[in-house]
């Protein structure tokens, strides 16, 4: 369960802006922080091609200004991010690496304060908040199966950034490289065959971290019970909840906050 975000008393609405930017498009969006519901429409341009951080940085000013948002917005990247610098690329131009993204976004943004994120960490704050972890103290592990694996650790709310386990090896394999969704496609496995590399990965986790709650995101968390139901862990997994709206309900939060890696 995470922490209550402070009420700014100049922003009655207690709005956000959240930019969740990814390998194919851009979204944004204007986010109710006390219902972690979206306000308006999503906003959805496609990622510029090549991916470098001036084109992307430009998309990102364009839906800003389309949505016509003036206060301080969150940005995530599919990155670990320190400091506000991008330091991996997965699945965005690899000039990203080293690349002062805080820095880039409030250029491109007349000055304004932005925050920038790891995607899956922006949906770990969003369910833990808003979603499939608001009921629950402890140790809550998001993971987004998709591309690859991307993961959100928090603590009563806290989270602990850059956690990356979709790297960690898992009986001699990236554990992305057993159970991302990527792999079930490209091997044309069966969501049972699936499931039993999710389980092995979830296990070795679970034998290090010993969460409470494991909440399973990405576009696969959608039919959650064809697979599911087949994980042999004891640690409880539950779908996400707030669906393709998590990373901009989560750089929104954290914008607001502040609270940034
Ligand atoms: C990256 C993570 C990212 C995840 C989801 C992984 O390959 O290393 O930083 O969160 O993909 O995009």
Redesign the pocket.
């Known amino acids: 369960m995470a922490q209550d975000v402070p009420t700014d008393r100049s922003n009655p609405g207690n709005h956000g802006f959240g930019v969740d930017i990814?390998g194919s498009g851009v979204k944004g969006a204007v986010v109710d922080l006390d219902t972690g519901r979206l306000v308006g429409d999503r906003i959805k341009l496609l990622t510029p091609q090549p991916s470098t951080p001036e084109a992307v940085a430009k998309t990102v000013a364009q839906i800003v200004e389309q949505a016509g948002w003036s206060g301080p917005v969150g940005v995530t990247l599919?990155?670990?991010v320190t400091g506000g610098v991008a330091r991996?690329a997965?699945?965005i131009d690899k000039s990203w690496i080293g690349t002062d993204a805080r820095s880039l976004f409030s250029h491109a943004l007349d000055g304004r304060d932005v925050s920038v994120l790891?995607?899956?960490?922006a949906a770990g704050i969003a369910e833990d908040r808003f979603g499939a972890a608001k009921d629950t103290d402890g140790v809550v592990i998001l993971l987004?199966f998709?591309?690859?694996?991307?993961?959100a650790v928090l603590h009563n709310g806290v989270l602990l950034p850059?956690t990356?386990f979709?790297?960690m090896e898992v009986d001699g394999k990236e554990a992305?490289h057993r159970a991302a969704s990527s792999v079930k496609e490209r091997g044309d496995l069966s969501y049972k065959q699936w499931a039993k590399e999710v389980s092995r990965v979830l296990t070795r986790f679970e034998d290090l971290l010993w969460p409470d709650l494991f909440i399973a995101g990405g576009g696969i968390s959608r039919k959650h019970e064809k697979w599911i139901p087949f994980l042999t862990n004891r640690t409880p997994v539950v779908p996400a909840e707030l669906r393709n709206a998590a990373g901009i309900v989560g750089a929104a939060h954290a914008a607001k906050t502040g609270v940034t890696p």
């Open positions: 990814g599919p990155s670990v991996t997965a699945n790891n995607d899956a960490d987004t998709g591309t690859g694996i991307g993961s850059n990356e979709g790297h992305e």
